[in-house]
């Protein structure tokens, strides 16, 4: 059976790993530029047909995929005369892989649907790495019908696919994910600060808590450039994890309800960005809690 036509918006270190994964297993792709030329550059010379509008991109497409950086950056994408509904093919499925707010995905939702197509959200868990595997974590919502169309390409994405629920409950998840993940981080990465105030070797502090209950694969991503030095392991920036932090905490409000303990972390990580470590990775965390609380910089 021939593969469907992808479109794909935002080319960032998550989405150019993944159209390569997706132009190897010869999906016909569409790209257009967001912000920077490489990676566009270099889908073209895989054979990607590029355009200058989100509108010409869903024209040739069965399948658009977005994979931005804020909800504001989906809605403007998708919205106006040269967005991604005004281009869409009756029957075409749009959907967002980044991590966007729930209520702005069911808004864009009804407004898809109003022009004769599906919308789905589906979050990714894991790293670029993974996108090249085809190993990605993907969270997918929407309905039913939706995911039994769109499931063998999140096969050829992921290795485990999740079919949440409805349409916005992929975005639900993600940001409950990692408001969970990022708090984690920023208490790991004061941890090991603390541990420097103290006179504790940070090696012995990590080798006690992850032989108990505390043991995570979080708190190796913090432990990887605490101890060893590499901030690799986990290749998301602060700035990004403060945007995160931020949707939970307004999703909370959306709902009516306090976020309670978000608040550390959202105030950690908007200082943090404030003092200029914004494109730092997360793990990089620990050395600002260490220059904030007088131990190694």
């Keep these: 059976m021939s593969k469907p036509a992808i479109g794909f918006i935002g080319l960032g270190l998550m989405g150019s790993a993944m159209?390569?994964?997706?132009?190897?297993?010869?999906?016909?792709?569409?790209?257009?530029?967001?912000?920077?030329?490489?990676?566009?550059?270099?889908?073209?010379?895989?054979?990607?047909t590029e355009v200058g509008t989100a509108r010409e991109v869903a024209a040739a497409a069965d399948i658009v995929m977005l994979c931005m950086d804020t909800s504001a950056s989906v809605e403007a994408r998708m919205r106006g005369e040269d967005g991604v509904i005004a281009g869409l093919k009756p029957g075409a499925l749009v959907i967002d892989f980044g991590t966007s707010l729930p209520g702005s995905t069911k808004a864009l939702g009804a407004e898809v649907a109003a022009a004769g197509a599906a919308y789905m959200d589906a979050p990714l868990g894991r790293t670029p790495t993974h996108a090249l595997e085809g190993a990605l974590n993907i969270m997918a919502a929407g309905a039913q019908e939706d995911y039994a169309r769109a499931q063998p390409v999140f096969a050829d994405l992921g290795e485990n696919v999740f079919h949440v629920g409805p349409l916005g409950a992929g975005h639900t998840l993600k940001l409950i994910n990692n408001f969970y993940a990022m708090t984690t981080a920023c208490a790991m990465s004061e941890a090991f600060a603390m541990a420097d105030v103290a006179g504790l070797p940070r090696d012995k502090l990590y080798g006690v808590m992850s032989a108990g209950p505390n043991g995570s694969g979080m708190m190796d991503f913090i432990k990887a450039y605490g101890v060893d030095g590499d901030a690799t392991k986990l290749q998301f920036s602060v700035s990004n994890?403060?945007?995160?932090?931020?949707?939970?905490?307004?999703?909370?409000?959306?709902?009516?309800?306090?976020?309670?303990?978000?608040?550390?972390?959202?105030?950690?990580?908007?200082?943090?960005?404030?003092d200029g470590a914004g494109d730092r990775m997360v793990p990089e965390m620990v050395d600002w809690f260490a220059s904030k609380l007088g131990g190694r910089a």
Excluded at 30 to 48: L, M, S, Y
Excluded at 253 to 262: A, H, K, L, Q, T
């Design 241 to 274: 994890a403060r945007k995160d932090v931020g949707y939970y905490a307004t999703m909370a409000d959306d709902f009516g309800v306090p976020s309670i303990m978000s608040q550390a972390a959202k105030t950690a990580l908007g200082l943090a960005k404030a």
């Design 19 to 48: 159209v390569e994964r997706l132009q190897a297993l010869g999906y016909p792709m569409t790209v257009t530029a967001n912000r920077a030329r490489p990676n566009i550059d270099a889908a073209v010379a895989r054979g990607a």
